[in-house]
């Protein structure tokens, strides 16, 4: 289906307010964002307008109840200076079955696909080209009932923002396991990109933080024994020369990332399991010497090394970063991929198009 975006220019752009020098994460919104509403059994009135504030009713559900869903996405730009954008098919097709777990209306690849492709087309000169940086892409949904009653929803709005980002991590993340807190149970859903699994894990983070630690690595909610996810990332061990990381049970997210960092580990002709990954084996494997790497992976993190895993008092201090080959050579060719400077074997990458914004 063809979804017409009626686009309206900002009047004054904002960039020359923006250090690209020295881009943080997640502090900057360009000049345009995109909107639609979910009325009447349909998507309506897609548009593109000058970034701002939104207006909204106190009693819009999405408020009370939390039924919101996001994803994360990077815009990079090639040494031609195409836009280019990264696996928007696999973030969509997770994107819809979020919305599905949370009872909110599916959005069809086409006007994901538009919403993004014209947006970032808009705001190209967004997008940095320094090291490590990218234009970091935030869709989001959130119900709009006016209604301060529990109902399945029918009013919807999609959203999307985009930032100019650097590194969601400049150093080495330390990570302690939960051991009191849950962030996903079976039947839960700890495999949607849902809002409200980011916001229960706030009071974790900041106790986790308080002991001297980054993020929460999150174990399954029964024994506190296997590990699932770290609080902004999926998450990889590599013991003995075996990369292994949490096997996708129903409470871990399928993160475009991991499933890409999968792909490019076995085409190096390295073993990955998918599995269940124990803490008391990789603590006796830390003891022999044969736990060698620790690594997220996510979008926004992109390949971010472990420094640290604390578990039932005891702290793994993994090996010296510059060590690792392995996640060393997965990072380049990941990050040389999405902004053009590796062959793209895998056909991940499409250049941004946009055949409405050239016509304003
Ligand atoms: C991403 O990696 O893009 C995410 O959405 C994780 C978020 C918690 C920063």
Known sequence: MDYTIEITRAKNSRIGEVDFDNLQFGKFYSDHMFLAE??????????IIPFGDLQLSPASSFMHYGQAIFEGMKAFKDENGNALLFRTD?????????AKRMGMPEIPFDLFNAALNE???LDKNWIPTQDGCSLYLRPFMFATDVHVGIR?????TFCIITSPAGRYYSKPVRVLAADKYVRAFPGGTGYAKASGNYGAS?????EAIEKGYDQVLWMDGFEFRY???????NVFFIVDGV??????????????????????????????????????????AYREGKLQDAFGTGTAASVAPISHIGYKGTVMELPAVESREISIRLKKDLE???TGNVVDKFNWVTKVQSPLSALV
């Open 336 to 338: 040389g991929i999405k």
């Open 38 to 47: 979910y009325a009447n059994g349909q998507w309506q009135n897609a548009r």
């Open 152 to 156: 399945p929803t029918e009013n919807f």
């Open 243 to 284: 990369v292994k990381t949490p096997a996708l049970v129903g409470t871990i997210l399928d993160g475009v990332t991991r499933d890409s960092c999968i792909q490019l580990l076995r085409s190096y002709g390295l073993t990955v399991e998918e599995t269940r990954v124990d803490l008391n084996e990789l603590l006796k």
């Open 90 to 98: 696999q973030n969509h097709k997770r994107w819809n079955i979020s």
């Open 119 to 121: 947006l970032v087309s």
């Open 227 to 233: 590990a699932e996810e770290i609080g902004s990332m």
């Open 202 to 206: 706030m009071l974790p983070l900041k």
